[in-house]
């Protein structure tokens, strides 16, 4: 399907390697230009030229921190009129509620919450005046299913997804849509150093503890980054115009409810 998105302009945040990157793969192949962001260099030069060689749109690398001002005007200033955003940000650490401080749940509600909403502010108002827009943030299933261990991941991607509920129907009649995409397990470094500590944590071998992890998910395996890439590229195309204020599991059926 020709996503009809060609020639788009795109920033995909945090996406020198995983799900951000898997993101901005998808979106080359369907001709889209995408700026790139990470903290460190080399992977993302590295991840620059592994995008562009795809063939479709070209990437260019921004060092630039998201979860800062300065990082998040950095991105801008190289790509002024997105027509594309895909929100996304490393995850908090695991672990226990008690041991967490102010500094803690400031950090996780910055990075997982406010950075996103920032660039939406910074976005929003001129896809509306262009009429085209695509805002895709990517969470976590834990919104729906939360993980003990993951408390500040849990509090405040919640956050998030109150507040883009609030504010994701509005701007549907100017073609400009908002919407969340939640991983379950994505097979990324992320999810499988998740999954060491979680091993850690219950005092398991960690093949034994992957495999009992897998074996709740309805898939049986862990989801590969180019299928959740290829589900963001297609919530950002003009045919999912009609998509909007959604949380779209990407979780191989991990979910056991119906809504
Ligand atoms: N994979 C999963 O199964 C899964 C499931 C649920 C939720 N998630 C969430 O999805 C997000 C992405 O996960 P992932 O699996 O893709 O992680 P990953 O494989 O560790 O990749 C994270 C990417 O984000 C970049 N990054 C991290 N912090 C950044 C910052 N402050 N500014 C700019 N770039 C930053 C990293 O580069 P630098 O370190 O060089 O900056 C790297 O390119 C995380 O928030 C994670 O918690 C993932």
Redesign the pocket.
């Known amino acids: 399907m020709d996503l009809k998105i060609s020639g788009r302009k795109a920033i995909v945040?945090?996406?020198?390697?995983?799900?951000?990157?898997?993101c901005a793969k998808a979106l080359a192949k369907e001709g889209v230009d995408v700026w790139i962001?990470?903290?460190?260099?080399d992977?993302?030069l590295a991840?620059a030229d592994e995008i562009t060689a795809v063939g479709g749109g070209r990437a260019t690398a921004v060092t630039?921190?998201?979860?800062?001002e300065a990082?998040r005007s950095t991105l801008l200033e190289a790509c002024p009129a997105p027509d594309i955003l895909i929100n996304?940000?490393?995850?908090?650490p695991p672990g226990d509620f008690r041991d967490w401080d102010q500094n803690d749940w400031f950090e996780a509600v910055n990075?997982?919450m406010y950075?996103a909403i920032d660039m939406i502010k910074r976005c929003l108002d001129g896809m509306i005046e262009r009429r085209f827009g695509r805002i895709v943030n990517?969470?976590?299933?834990?919104v729906k299913m939360p993980v003990t261990t993951?408390g500040l991941?849990n509090g405040a991607r919640s956050g998030l997804t109150g507040f883009v509920s609030g504010i994701a129907r509005e701007p549907a009649q100017h073609n400009v849509t908002i919407n969340n995409l939640?991983?379950?397990?994505?097979?990324?470094?992320?999810?499988w150093?998740?999954l060491e500590a979680g091993a850690k944590q219950a005092g398991l071998d960690v093949q034994a503890f992957q495999k009992n992890m897998f074996s709740k998910i309805g898939a049986k395996r862990?989801?590969k980054?180019a299928e959740?890439g290829a589900t963001c590229a297609f919530l950002c195309s003009q045919q999912a115009a009609y998509i909007t204020a959604q949380n779209v599991l990407m979780d191989g059926g991990l979910f056991p409810g119906t809504l």
């Open positions: 945040c945090a996406s020198s390697k995983g799900l951000g990157k898997a962001s990470a903290r460190g260099n992977a993302l991840a630039a921190d998201v979860t800062t990082g996304n940000a490393g995850g908090p990075g997982n950075s990517i969470t976590s299933v834990a993951l991941s939640l991983p379950g397990y994505i097979a990324t470094d992320r999810m150093s998740v862990p989801g980054p959740f």
